[in-house]
């Protein structure tokens, strides 16, 4: 009855809830976009559909062709699939590992907590985009996967650290010593007491890798080091960047990837800051 009552007042202050729903109306239409747009476009992201070059936009290509008469929509809706494909792999192995590692320092303390915790330090200091450059250099062939994983084992720090904290304050509570006295084991009490209690600032942290993971993804795509076999929206704005389309005035290759990057992360924490006004009853807005 509680529970239910909960996701009740939960979807009620939600759809009231202006950023969020603007936020998640953005992330909507692009991966409906990135879902339908290929079917609808009809061409290959690197066929030659237009002998004639670059070509402004359309009835027959909304988003123009690239310099060597590549269908940019079609490289667009293939673009966002990587994309979204990216957040949540990359966004996703952040999330997990931040996780473990920060519930069990948390909850273990002592030792435990010291090891994790200067292991922890260890690599959020170390430059990310350094190690992320320096990795995809190394390999000649990548791929989404790849990159996504790269992402997301250089990603977690931060996160570990916010959840190890949580945790702290959490241990200590009655309903976690009554579940200790009862024989419960320690990776339940985890999972089963303290995580449920901690499940929106775990959501939050979802989507702050979700959209972490998208930029990094961008960078490494814009400076030619992200996937050899696939196309991407940073990856089409470093074509359009190599071909000289800025300088010859062919915005159509590179506005729209930008433009989606930009409203994709700023939708994500717009979300957030929507979700956090949800689950905190002292920033609901009434």
């Not at 966004?91 to 922890?120: H, K, M, P, Q, S």
């Not at 010593?177 to 985890?190: E, N, Y």
């Not at 990856?235 to 190599?242: D, G």
Request: hydrophobic share 55%.
């Amino acid at each position: 009855m509680k529970k239910q009552r909960n996701k009740n007042e939960f979807l009620y202050f939600a759809l009231r809830n202006v950023k969020l729903l603007i936020g998640f109306s953005v992330i909507l239409l692009f991966l409906i976009t990135g879902l339908v747009g290929p079917l609808l476009a009809g061409n290959e992201p690197f066929a030659y559909v237009n002998p004639l070059g670059p070509q402004p936009p359309s009835a027959e290509y909304w988003f123009g062709t690239t310099f060597f008469g590549q269908d940019v929509f079609s490289q667009f809706a293939h673009g966002l699939q990587a994309t979204f494909l990216v957040g949540i792999l990359g966004g996703g192995i952040g999330t997990i590992i931040g996780i473990l590692i920060g519930f069990v320092a948390g909850y273990r303390g002592g030792i435990v907590d010291e090891i994790l915790n200067v292991f922890t330090n260890i690599v959020l200091v170390i430059p990310t985009l350094a190690v992320l450059l320096i990795i995809a250099a190394y390999f000649e062939v990548r791929s989404i996967f790849s990159e996504s994983l790269f992402i997301g084992i250089t990603a977690w720090p931060w996160a570990a650290r916010a959840i190890r904290a949580q945790t702290f304050s959490l241990r200590t509570r009655d309903f976690v010593d009554l579940a200790r006295m009862s024989g419960m084991k320690p990776l339940k009490i985890i999972f089963q007491e303290i995580a449920p209690n901690m499940m929106s600032y775990l959501v939050m942290t979802f989507i702050l890798q979700f959209g972490g993971a998208i930029l990094n993804a961008a960078t490494l795509d814009f400076i030619g080091l992200g996937p050899t076999n696939a196309i991407s929206l940073g990856l089409m704005m470093q074509h359009a960047v190599n071909w000289g389309a800025l300088q010859l005035g062919h915005w159509w290759w590179f506005i729209p990837p930008g433009l989606a990057i930009t409203a994709i992360v700023g939708a994500l924490y717009t979300m957030n800051v929507g979700l956090d006004e949800v689950f905190n009853p002292k920033l609901r807005e009434t």
